[in-house]
């Protein structure tokens, strides 16, 4: 079973910036593609970013620009970078990892979600 544990989120100002962090922990062999979304109030949940074990990312048009994800594998830790923090960017940001357990298993697991709210 993996747990992935989200951290950073909380009050930023307008302008601001913000940085999550997600680390996957459990009985894991390999991550392949680890992967922010987010939710705003009264919104489906969209894709932010994606990023794959060699570090090559992707980013959803809806929200590119000004959004880095970046991973660090030794730690399997992913990470979630904007500056300049816009009220839309008010949501509750959740994390994704697909691995494979030490006993060959495939599995899609979830963050608990992290809020990040924009003060204006």
């Known amino acids: 079973q993996v747990q992935l544990v989200e951290s950073g989120g909380g009050l930023v100002q307008s302008g601001g910036s913000l940085r999550l962090s997600c680390t996957a922990a459990g009985s894991i062999f390999s991550i392949s593609a680890m992967a922010w979304y987010r939710q705003s109030p009264g919104k489906e949940s969209e894709l932010v970013a994606r990023i794959i074990s060699t570090c090559s990312a992707a980013y959803a048009d809806l929200v590119k620009g000004g959004f880095t994800i970046s991973r660090d594998n030794a730690k399997n830790t992913v990470y979630l970078q904007k500056n300049s923090l816009k009220p839309e960017d008010r949501a509750i940001y959740y994390c994704?990892?697909?691995?494979?357990?030490?006993?060959?298993?495939?599995?899609?697991?979830w963050g608990q979600g992290t809020q990040v709210t924009v003060s204006s």
């Open positions: 994704s990892a697909d691995t494979t357990s030490v006993d060959w298993a495939g599995s899609s697991s």
